[in-house]
Each structure stands twice: as C-alpha cells, then as structure tokens.
C-alpha cells in the first residue's frame, strides 16, 4: 500500500528530484518486500521445490507484467502518457497491497495471533525448541546427509 502512494506522488509531482527520491523510496520498499517474500516461501517448501515454485511465481510475474505494460503502454493497449500510467500502476499495487492486507487481518482474526504467540514470527518456533532446519539455506551448495 505505501508503494501505490509513493508511486501516486511520483505521478502528482512535477519536480524531477522529488521524483527521483520517490523512486529510491519505491524500489527500497519493492526489493525489501521481494526479499522477506522469498524468503518466507522458501522457508515452507523443501528444497526440491525451489525450482518448480519459483519458476512458476516468476512465470505469473512476468504475465502480468506483460499484460499490464500491453495495456498501458502499448500502442494496441490504451498508450497513456507516463503520468498517466504511475497512477494506473500506483492503483494496481494498491489493489494487491489491500489485497494482501485483507488476508492478512482475516488471518489474524482466525487465531492467527495465538499462533504467532507460539511458534514466533520469524523463526516458526523450531530454532526456539533446539531444532535445527534439516534443508541448507537458500542459495546453499550443501546437501542434506
């Protein structure tokens, strides 16, 4: 959601260097996020997955973006001026932030809470126990023994 209104301000703001800034805030926030979601999908799935879930996140990635960029840009498409295109993507990534957000308060709302309580938010409670992770960290050249 904070993206959408970087993204917004950047479409409303005539000065470059105001411009500039939003665009280091909006791919800071857009790398942190990709970041801690990889990260999260790669801590629940066995490293022989990797392969198949990423490959297909990537391939639906770059689906929409060709059918948003077709659509906005494209001559084909609507061909908006750039102003114009930073508020229709500042409104799809509100749409998915509030989507996103939605889920998550539902979530909480189902007892979600209780479990975060219990297992911890980062860790899903099996470093607290003395366990350790049987998959090598991402990226890792180990294999499991």
Known sequence: VLDAVVLYLMSSTSDIWT????????????????????????????????????????????SFQTILTSVVADSVGLALPPREQFRVYAGFFLVVGLLFLVTAVLELARGGMKRLRTEGVWLGGREREGQSRADPPVGSTECPQ
């Open 19 to 62: 411009a500039y800034i939003g665009y280091l805030v909006f791919r800071s926030l857009f790398q942190m996020m990709i970041t801690v979601a990889s990260f999260e999908i790669a801590s629940n799935i066995t490293q022989n997955s990797y392969g198949l879930v990423f490959g297909f996140n990537t391939f639906l990635a770059l």
